[in-house]
């Protein structure tokens, strides 16, 4: 794919970028280890002051953020200063809690001094996607960079000039220059920099076939990985849930971002007594949903990020139609230029149909029933992905069997899934494993040394 800017509203190319030669990616391989040396003795007090410059820097120029982000993947603008306002938060938040977070622990032994101490690995590749363009990169490289390592970006090649701008915030923060670099390079080079001795770890985030890739490249080198894959989360709606705000709330969590969100609800599976009405409910909102330009205020609904997406889209909502579900709101992409797909709702979801054993990368909700909660988390664990759940109860015992048996890594009763500076975020299952945020995710690409005195 080419590294370029095609604005998904119109379908025009902006820019285009030429790759690095082989002879500049040396340079910024050797630019990371070299900077690497002196960075990991820099003091906590000095990073976390560079850190909170960079959530200045994020504040202060979030518009003409937000306006790079629309105009290379589509999300409304509402959206993308609503981003760059939380990457601003997760930079405040490591510099005001990594030195704490990787304090020496203490641990009673027979030493006269025993304990573990948190340090940093070195260069990190990160390899990230388009769809969440400042806030997935940011929550690597927040607490990456807090830890004393540096960092290695190679983006989606439909956001180059998102990925240049990160590295241009971190340089007006007065971090190093090589403390933080975008690789812009194809996928076909990302086993090359992931086997430079140099790199000393990885973190993906991205489709599961790009995880399985890196993950197989990161063991046949020995090399610490992180990866979030796909999702098909679970949106559970048991019979004592406030109906109006679960449909209110089901919406929203279905087109975030248009659709495109790893932990947006995708699969909505409502207990047999309210299904009915929760179905209508749930249609007529979608059908409201005002879909159009990114950069309206008034829109609800962007295009997809690219016309491939779209395509993709629109096959395996018809292959699900043409085994047999039905069609309750949409169901096409928009007669309109751009990669627009109409909000979208199917039910009688037949078994190995794509919307029932796929991720749908798109405004497609699609409604399983159940007969009781048994059923309901049944359904909601036959898939091979483990990301997130979301499930409405005011029941306190259905409440603790969806914390306990729904496999994900997160569960939110009466609450739509979302990332958040202060917790783990991360899956189990094909959904990945390891964990970026919170205190966790801060330690993920840190030598936990154990250190006794005798």
Request: proline letters at 5%; hydrophobic letters at 45%.
């Amino acid at each position: 794919m080419a590294i370029a800017t095609v604005n998904p509203a119109t379908g025009q190319v902006l820019k285009t970028f030429e790759p690095l030669s082989d002879a500049q990616l040396e340079m910024k391989l050797q630019k990371a280890a070299d900077t690497f040396l002196g960075y990991r003795r820099v003091p906590f007090a000095e990073r976390a002051r560079m850190m909170m410059n960079a959530g200045v820097v994020l504040e202060s120029e979030k518009e003409h953020c937000a306006r790079v982000m629309t105009t290379e993947m589509g999300k409304t603008f509402r959206s993308a200063v609503d981003e760059v306002a939380k990457c601003a938060w997760v930079c405040r938040y490591y510099a005001e809690n990594a030195e704490r977070f990787l304090a020496d622990e203490i641990v009673e032994t027979t030493a006269s001094r025993s304990y573990i101490r948190y340090l940093p690995l070195g260069p990190v590749l990160a390899v990230m996607p388009w769809n969440f363009p400042f806030w997935q990169v940011l929550r690597f490289a927040a607490p990456a960079l807090m830890a004393g390592n540096v960092g290695l970006l190679k983006h989606a090649s439909i956001v180059p000039q998102s990925a240049l701008l990160i590295e241009e915030i971190f340089q007006k923060a007065g971090f190093p220059n090589g403390a933080f670099q975008t690789l812009l390079i194809g996928s076909q080079k990302v086993d090359r920099v992931l086997g430079d001795p140099r790199v000393q770890a990885a973190t993906l985030t991205g489709s599961e076939r790009a995880g399985v890739e890196v993950g197989i490249g990161a063991a046949r080198r020995i090399k610490k990985v992180v990866l979030e894959l796909g999702g098909s989360d679970p949106f559970i709606v048991m019979p004592s849930a406030n109906l109006e705000a679960a449909t209110t709330t089901a919406v929203r969590a279905r087109v975030v971002n248009n659709g495109q969100s790893c932990i947006a609800a995708k699969r909505f599976i409502v207990a047999e007594a309210i299904a009915d009405k929760f179905e209508q409910m749930l249609a007529e909102k979608m059908a409201l949903l005002r879909v159009g330009d990114p950069f309206d205020e008034t829109t609800e609904l962007g295009p997809l990020s690219t016309a491939e997406g779209l395509a993709d889209l629109d096959r395996d909502v018809k292959k699900t139609i043409e085994a047999g579900a039905k069609v309750l709101t949409g169901g096409k992409p928009l007669e309109r230029p751009g990669n627009f797909y109409a909000p979208t709702v199917l039910t009688n979801i037949p078994k190995g149909s794509p919307a029932h054993n796929e991720e749908l990368f798109g405004p497609v909700a699609s409604v399983f029933r159940a007969k009781d909660v048994d059923d309901a988390i049944r359904i909601a664990n036959d898939s091979r992905f483990g990301l997130g759940a979301s499930a409405w109860t005011n029941e306190d015992k259905e409440r603790e069997r969806f914390i306990n048996e729904l496999e994900s890594g997160m569960v939110f009763i009466n609450k739509m899934v979302a990332s958040d500076p202060r917790l783990p975020f991360g899956g189990v299952k094909w959904s990945g494993h390891g964990r970026e945020l919170g205190v966790h995710g801060i330690r993920e690409f840190t030598n936990i040394k154990t250190v006794w005195i005798a």
